[in-house]
């Protein structure tokens, strides 16, 4: 019964030493893995470094922000450093710059536009909410899209197929979306700044629900669209004062563009989920203040809201016009200090918005019908 105990505490004390050889040799393991690994992280952060010194770029963590290289800069000698500044661009103007490498500009997917907006939707600001940077591919054919930055334009268009985007967001206003939801924009890049001004591109994530599939698109939500067009309205405003307010909404549509012009301003709102409508107003300074009836003038009819006189013609008060209903319009004219024409599909939508944003302190019903000379 001796020998079985000693024999017992033997095995015991053998089951104790193999267990604290396994225990050193898994910390043996822990610590080699653990080295290995922070070799490695050390070895991908050296490398992260040397990519980002040898781009130009800026580390952000475990980012690399890309500068911008565009023609203009690179082309410049006058500077020894060829990527783009905030103060080297002005205001409503356009140039072109290839990301994610500047080097391959013969890939279509590569070259994206770097907007300073025009002043009066911001683009005097000293940092990068003066800027956009879209896509310059196309989202309904192979063909590039352009920034006009002229007087009546300030719009992004397609040449080819005619598409055309609004600059503050980039969002399609017109055109083929075949491939594409409804409510889309052109994909961009998200932009930062250093110290001396000079711009950076932050790592995109190209999806549709985040910075956007070149060539596909960027999803957009009502929410964005209506916030996008009230800061459109409101920057208006505060750089116009001499125009009257645009209202945000009109005819159940959204602001989707404004176009001043020398003496007037255009003003369209768009059925953004369908695009299949949409309401035009030209709004002019010089104002006589007001409309006179033409009653021997046929195919227009006078209405009346407390001094105001309406007009109403257009192509699509002559029955006798062979032109497609579809393309058939109306033309509201009026005077309240300002010239207004407005520009339609649907009469009652167009007289409703009228009182409801011209003339707040009436009802609809107070829009009296002066005269007709339809079918005289």
Not at 223 to 231: G, H, K, P
Request: aromatic share 10%; with cysteine; charged share 25%.
């Amino acid at each position: 019964m001796f020998q079985n105990t000693r024999k017992g505490i033997r095995q015991t004390d053998a089951g104790i030493r193999s267990w604290k050889l396994n225990v050193k040799i898994l910390a043996m393991i822990s610590i080699t893995v653990a080295l290995g690994t922070m070799s490695l992280l050390a070895y991908d952060s050296q490398t992260l470094d040397k990519i980002c010194q040898d781009s130009g770029g800026k580390r952000n963590g475990d980012m690399c922000m890309v500068p911008i290289l565009t023609n203009t800069a690179r082309e410049d000698s006058n500077t020894t450093d060829n990527s783009i500044q905030i103060k080297t661009m002005k205001p409503n103007s356009v140039e072109i710059f290839y990301y994610p490498d500047p080097s391959k500009e013969t890939d279509t997917y590569k070259p994206f536009m770097l907007i300073r907006l025009p002043e009066w939707m911001g683009g005097s600001a000293n940092d990068t909410s003066a800027f956009r940077a879209y896509s310059a591919k196309s989202l309904d054919d192979s063909c590039s899209v352009r920034y006009w930055p002229n007087e009546g334009r300030q719009r992004i268009e397609n040449p080819c197929q005619g598409a055309m985007y609004r600059v503050i967001d980039g969002a399609m206003t017109y055109g083929a979306i075949h491939r594409s939801t409804a409510l889309t924009a052109l994909p961009h890049l998200d932009l930062s700044t250093d110290d001396n001004g000079k711009m950076y591109v932050n790592p995109p994530k190209f999806s549709t629900s985040e910075n956007g599939v070149i060539g596909h698109g960027r999803n957009l939500s009502m929410e964005e669209i209506r916030s996008n067009s009230a800061f459109l309205s409101e920057s208006f405003a505060k750089h116009h004062p001499d125009y009257p307010p645009i209202p945000v909404e009109f005819g159940g549509h959204i602001l989707s563009e404004i176009s001043p012009e020398r003496h007037t301003v255009t003003v369209k709102y768009l059925n953004f989920p369908g695009k299949s409508g949409y309401f035009e107003i030209t709004i002019g300074k010089l104002a006589n203040g007001i409309v006179y009836p033409n009653f021997e003038k046929p195919n227009l009819e006078y209405w009346q809201i407390e001094d105001t006189i309406i007009r109403i013609g257009g192509s699509a008060m002559e029955e006798s016009n062979n032109e497609s209903k579809s393309f058939r319009m109306y033309n509201v004219d009026f005077s309240d200090g300002y010239n207004y024409r407005v520009t339609g599909k649907n009469l009652e939508l167009i007289k409703k918005s009228i009182v409801m944003n011209f003339f707040p302190e009436n009802e609809f019903e107070d829009l009296f019908l002066v005269s007709s000379t339809i079918n005289k």
